[in-house]
């Protein structure tokens, strides 16, 4: 019994000693945890306070840096404009002494040539006294025989520079005579010859029945008014005006054959890219029959019968042309009239005054072909088709090219200009524009391959159609290079010119 107790007390102190230590052994390692995850709490503020440090140090040195950055962009900034204000201070005063310079020296250059003057003058009164004195040696030397003729001499002077002065009013009141007789004689030609003038125009309005027929213009993706435009070389103008389609080019025949052509399109209501051919090539020859029409009805009224078929249809297609907004085939009947007037006036016979009138800017319907003056140029087709030398001449000479020789050359060149003067006849800026559309044309057909040239959108853009098999695609960016190069080069126009070249092949097949 006593040993069991004994054991047992044993193994209760065993135990207890085991527990013991087990929990002191617990106690001390969670007291190190504490510890650690204090240290770790302690080191991570320490880091996230010094980094709060750092970075409060960082923008105080930026603020400082930004602000001595500031003052010193400040200081060179006075720097320079009181730099700038010097340099300008001394231009002024450089200016002014140049400007003192050149005054001096043109005082010292009028004071030389007035002393000049001077000496000029007493070298000439020094040479006056000289002759007086050696005249009077000589008349004190003369006989009666010499005083006479010496008396005859000195009257016969004095009579001869009276005959001057009346032959020089004579001429003067001669010239005034004329002066107002040829007043008088375009006083009456004007009155005679009163003419309404129209300065010609750039578009012309299109009526619609209504607005729906403006889609099937334009078309599918603007199918039918690209190839309208591309077709005419007109441009079309579809905005919200109702009913109303405008048509906008600075060629009248063009404009008159788009205009022709969408009008048979509208009534004929099939509008598409085929049937646009077909109407402009009927309008084409129309305008045409037109061209001869305006050529005979020209000659009709002049009262002409015998002038060749050639000139007149030439002649016809001044209908088409302006000059200053002037129409040319008006402005040539007037100046015929007035000529007829005139030759009337002063006893000539009218009828070669108005032949010379009528035709004396010929030239003008075919300047775009051939190079040079429309003068020369009327005068040379006028020749070859048989027209009196009389005639050429009155033609090439009412620009002064060569001079007038003859009264009829005169009197064409009076009429023209009186025709040209007249208020409302003539408008500049619309000549100016009209020239310069014409000059971008002319640039672009220069280039080999060019097949056709519209100038399009009042010149801001050029559309060049191409010759497929002659200008391949790579030749037409290049091709579209040089023509704005040129065209940089050569002319003055306000904003941008966009070229565009349009290549374009087709391939047609008929079935039978």
Request: charged share 30%; net charge negative.
């Amino acid at each position: 019994m006593g040993i069991e107790i004994v054991i047992g007390v044993v193994v209760a102190l065993v135990l207890g000693a085991g527990l013991g230590f087990a929990l002191a052994r617990f106690v001390l390692s969670s007291s190190a945890k504490t510890a650690v995850d204090n240290a770790a709490r302690i080191k991570s503020d320490a880091e996230k306070q010094a980094d709060i440090i750092r970075r409060e140090a960082k923008a105080e040195a930026k603020d400082l840096a930004y602000q001595l950055k500031q003052t010193a962009e400040s200081e060179v900034t006075e720097r320079r404009k009181e730099i700038k204000t010097l340099e300008a201070r001394l231009m002024q005063r450089e200016e002014n002494l140049d400007k003192r310079l050149e005054s001096l020296d043109s005082r010292e250059h009028q004071l030389s040539s007035l002393a000049g003057q001077v000496e000029k003058k007493d070298r000439d009164l020094t040479d006056a006294l000289e002759e007086a004195t050696i005249r009077l040696k000589e008349i004190a030397n003369m006989d009666e025989e010499q005083a006479r003729q010496a008396l005859l001499d000195s009257v016969r002077d004095d009579v001869t520079r009276e005959a001057a002065v009346i032959i020089r009013e004579s001429e003067q009141k001669s010239r005034d005579e004329a002066d107002k007789k040829s007043r008088e004689i375009l006083t009456l030609a004007i009155q005679r010859v009163a003419a309404e003038h129209t300065a010609e125009n750039t578009v012309s309005s299109v009526a619609i029945p209504s607005d729906d027929i403006k889609g099937r213009i334009i078309g599918k993706e603007g199918r039918n008014i690209r190839t309208f435009e591309q077709i005419t070389g007109i441009n079309l103008i579809i905005d919200d005006t109702p009913e109303t389609v405008v048509i906008s080019s600075f060629d009248p025949v063009r404009r008159e054959i788009g205009r022709i052509t969408l009008e048979n399109l509208i009534a004929d209501g099939r509008i598409h890219p085929a049937r646009i051919e077909e109407m402009y090539t009927k309008a084409t020859d129309l305008v045409g029959r037109q061209v001869k029409e305006a050529g005979e009805a020209a000659v009709f009224d002049i009262g002409i019968i015998d002038l060749h078929p050639e000139l007149v249809k030439t002649l016809g297609r001044l209908r088409f042309r302006t000059s200053f907004g002037q129409n040319v085939l008006k402005h040539s009947l007037e100046v015929a009239y007035l000529a007829g007037v005139m030759a009337s006036e002063l006893g000539l016979d009218p009828l070669p005054a108005k032949r010379a009138g009528l035709l004396h800017d010929l030239g003008k319907a075919i300047d775009h072909d051939i190079e040079g003056s429309h003068a020369i140029i009327g005068a040379d087709l006028a020749r070859r088709f048989g027209e009196k030398p009389e005639i050429v001449h009155a033609i090439e000479a009412h620009h002064a090219d060569v001079e007038p020789a003859t009264v009829l050359a005169v009197l064409i060149q009076a009429a023209d200009a009186v025709s040209a003067a007249r208020p409302g006849a003539r408008r500049e800026s619309v000549e100016s524009y009209v020239k310069r559309l014409e000059q971008l044309e002319q640039i672009a057909n220069a280039h080999e391959g060019v097949e056709k040239t519209y100038a399009m959108q009042a010149g801001r853009e050029i559309r060049v159609m191409v010759e497929p098999d002659k200008i391949d695609d790579n030749k037409a960016t290049v091709l579209a290079h040089d023509i704005a190069r040129q065209i940089e080069d050569e002319m003055q126009y306000p904003g941008q010119v966009r070229v565009l070249v349009i290549r374009e092949s087709r391939a047609v097949g008929v079935a039978k």
